[in-house]
């Protein structure tokens, strides 16, 4: 019963850039790590970035390194994940999960997701 909500996905042209929010639905966040996953399809779902309760620790990705940055604002029971300089390969479902500890960024750690959200990348 307890599962995220992803937004602000959508159609970009390649080097352009998206924001996505991931929220809860009926609990707060503040002491989950947060993940964001993608799923392309024929492909396995990948770990993108993940980002600790306390926002000290972060993990990338080396797709992304550099051009996405993960962040989280627990007052508006809220995690980001801002996407620059797109590629047509960063096209997906992207998801966003919790977990009450912060591990590996894979998608057996996290406990909660959301239903995600499709970005599209191409001209």
């Known amino acids: 019963q307890l599962h995220l909500v992803e937004s602000g996905g959508g159609l970009v042209q390649p080097g352009g850039s998206l924001r996505l929010s991931c929220a809860p639905s009926q609990f707060t966040l503040d002491y989950y790590a947060i993940g964001w996953f993608r799923q392309a399809p024929g492909k396995e779902r990948e770990g993108v970035a993940c980002i600790s309760s306390s926002a000290g620790s972060t993990y990338y990705s080396d797709s992304v390194k550099g051009r996405f940055t993960i962040s989280r604002d627990n007052a508006k029971n809220t995690v980001y994940l801002q996407m620059n300089s797109l590629k047509p390969e960063d096209t997906a479902v992207y998801y966003c999960?919790?977990?009450?500890?912060?591990?590996?960024?894979?998608?057996?750690?996290?406990?909660?997701w959301g239903q995600g959200t499709q970005v599209t990348v191409s001209s």
């Open positions: 999960a919790g977990s009450i500890v912060f591990g590996l960024c894979v998608e057996h750690e996290y406990e909660y």
